[in-house]
């Protein structure tokens, strides 16, 4: 799809039924709290009054139904209402200041309340559909399809085509990312992609929420911090080293050893001395940016291991990262709820089952790691059609091609 940058008139795409009630129903989906779900929003499928032991309850669910169904009109129809005439904003007084711990990291994130966020949320669904086909394509935090899981497949992929490429890497990181962008710059940034005047002010006030930087709770600021940077990716992808490989339609897929996850940069070589030249020009866009690179950043061999996303990838196989072992066989090791021991273990399966830690698995979880063809399971589509493995492909891709 060809667009024309910068972009007007994209209000009546934000609030229309289909992004609003979607956009809500995610965000009230993924609160954590049971009680808050169903405050905002009715049973998708509703119980039935055979449930119930008296019909009294059933009475009393059916009203905590209808007062949900209410609640979820009442907000959408006044988000349609500010987001149209543009007076929706997000200010300190709709936010809550909470503290969180990643790692060794300690952050201050703000929190909208629910409603804020809905209306952050769905407008962010419609500017992303048009700004993120600009970005480069391997980069991965808050793009759907391109998560964490994505990229270490990516890496494990480019290591196993061309080990021979593949054989040192610059990774850096930059500090104190969020809290260093410039608003003012942010600002001129989004008018390279949006001119729509209605919908500027209001990604404006997403901006503007702390006295400098961005949030690190909105829904928008991965966004907004994946475009302030992306001129750079371009700049230095053209620099990075690439190869070639057949693609299913039959052309030529172009794979760029240079990776990106938010602030968090790699680039693949097999020659030190021009790792460091690329990490030179690197360093002076970002210091254009007002950006400032850790003092941590280094060029390394690939067999001590690249570190990313999660995961320490090496020539021959990946493993999890220290910190997510040790996090996991801490919490295994104290918990006594079964429910609650369950969990951890699906959570930490669904990062081990990535890499080549299946010993690692038996010993902290005394399970072994199974797929589902290997425990006899087998999906059954509920048409009773068969779905084939394989590429979803355009009609006129395989037009005068020989099958």
């Known amino acids: 799809m060809e667009i024309d940058y910068p972009i007007d008139n994209l209000i009546p795409e934000i609030v229309s039924d289909s992004n609003m009630y979607g956009g809500y129903d995610y965000v009230i989906s993924h609160l954590e709290s049971k009680e808050q779900r169903e405050k905002y929003a009715p049973d998708k499928e509703p119980r039935q009054e055979y449930e119930f032991r008296t019909p009294e309850e059933y009475a009393a669910y059916l009203e905590k139904q209808r007062h949900a169904a209410n609640v979820r009109e009442a907000i959408i129809g006044t988000l349609k209402k500010q987001i149209s005439d543009g007076s929706f904003r997000i200010t300190l007084k709709d936010v809550k200041t909470i503290h969180v711990k990643d790692g060794p990291k300690d952050r201050e994130c703000q929190a909208p309340r629910v409603p804020k966020r809905v209306g952050c949320h769905c407008i962010m669904v419609i500017v992303e559909k048009y700004v993120y086909p600009r970005l480069i394509h391997n980069t991965g935090a808050s793009i759907k399809g391109r998560g964490m899981h994505w990229m270490h497949h990516i890496i494990e992929d480019d290591l196993r085509a061309v080990p021979e490429m593949f054989t040192h890497y610059y990774k850096n990181d930059i500090s104190h990312y969020y809290d260093s962008i410039d608003q003012e710059r942010m600002k001129a940034v989004i008018r390279q992609y949006i001119c729509d005047p209605v919908l500027l002010p209001i990604l404006d006030s997403f901006i503007t929420l702390l006295p400098e930087g961005l949030s690190k709770g909105l829904r928008s600021s991965q966004t907004f911090g994946n475009l302030f940077i992306s001129p750079v990716h371009h700049k230095m992808l053209a620099m990075a080293e690439r190869y070639f490989i057949s693609s299913p339609d039959g052309g030529v897929e172009v794979r760029y050893l240079y990776y990106n996850y938010c602030d968090d940069t790699t680039i693949g070589g ?5 790792l460091w030249q690329l990490r030179d020009v690197y360093v002076a866009e ?118």
Do not use: W
């Open 270 to 274: 097999n020659d030190k001395k021009r």
């Open 286 to 403: 970002m210091e254009k940016l007002g950006l400032k690179v850790k003092p941590n950043e280094a060029v390394r061999p690939i067999t001590d291991g690249l570190d990313m996303v999660g995961y320490v990838h090496y020539p021959t196989h990946s493993l999890l990262r220290k910190r997510t072992k040790q996090n996991a066989a801490r919490k295994l090791a104290k918990v006594s709820s079964r429910k609650r021991r369950q969990q951890i273990i699906g959570s930490f399966k669904g990062m081990a089952c990535h890499a080549d830690c299946k010993h690692l698995y038996f010993k902290l979880t005394h399970h072994q790691m199974q797929k589902f063809s290997e425990m006899g399971i087998v999906y059954t589509p509920a048409d009773g059609k068969k779905r084939f493995p394989g590429k979803v492909m355009r009609l006129s891709a395989l037009q005068n091609k020989t099958l």
